[in-house]
């Protein structure tokens, strides 16, 4: 059974870097699309874009300025850099999978990480 | 675009049904049968429920069920029990560029 977990800073500086990783167990990480998904406290969701293990990647366009998704397929883990943040990124960021061959939908997700943008 | 349309919130009574919508438009909702159910409790990861519209995942209660009609999905949930009382929120393919959208939640409240 797949299981995702999320690390990471829990405060970024205006203007700087969030940097995520997500840790895959149970599975591969070389099948599925890997996702990150955000949730600002007391809002709904945001898709911010996925990677297939083979490298190749896909953003919500309102982000892809400033996203980055990476792979490492030697650790089975996989990451978020988002750059010049605002407080309106403050955010529970959630990693999850989208199973190859399937359009949509996100399952299992990992348990989510809260970053707050704050000086 | 915009997210998807949900009701803010919903409530029923133990052993009722309740029936949570979602708009979208002919873009998204109305063009494909790909939209999913998250089941969100509070402080916990979003739960896959229901996808491609009307489909369980493996351990979902068969009292959840999903529909569409046009640019609107539903989630109905009968014979309600206290553990169902929880945010939902719905999911849509919308295409290659944006490729989904969720709605913005809705508070189930068991009475």
């Known amino acids: 059974q797949v299981q995702l977990q999320e690390s990471g800073p829990g405060l970024v500086k205006p203007s700087e870097t969030l940097s995520l990783t997500c840790s895959v167990s149970?599975?591969?990480?070389?099948?599925?699309?890997w996702c990150w998904i955000r949730q600002p406290p007391g809002k709904g969701l945001e898709w911010i874009g996925f990677i297939y293990h083979t490298g190749s990647t896909d953003y919500n366009p309102s982000l892809k300025s400033r996203v980055t998704i990476s792979v490492d397929t030697s650790k089975n883990q996989f990451s978020l850099k988002l750059s010049s943040v605002t407080v309106a990124d403050t955010a529970v960021y959630y990693c999850?999978?989208?199973?190859?061959?399937?359009?949509?939908?996100?399952?299992?997700w990992g348990q989510g990480t809260l970053v707050t943008v704050s000086s | 675009q915009s997210a998807l349309t949900q009701p803010r919130s919903v409530s029923g009574s133990p052993g009722q049904s309740v029936t949570i919508s979602c708009t979208g438009t002919s873009s998204d909702v109305g063009a494909y049968n790909y939209v999913s159910w998250y089941q969100q409790h509070p402080g916990q990861a979003p739960k896959l429920m229901i996808y491609?519209?009307?489909k369980r995942p493996s351990g979902v209660p068969d009292r959840f069920s999903g529909s569409k009609s046009g640019n609107t999905a539903s989630l109905t949930i009968s014979g309600l029990q206290a553990e169902d009382e929880a945010d939902y929120y719905c999911c849509s393919y919308a295409g290659s560029y944006t490729y989904v959208l969720f709605g913005g939640g809705t508070k189930l409240t068991v009475l």
């Open positions: 999850a999978r989208r199973p190859s061959g399937t359009t949509g939908w996100f399952d299992p």
């Open positions: 149970g599975g591969s990480i070389s099948s599925s699309f």
């Open positions: 491609d519209v009307s």
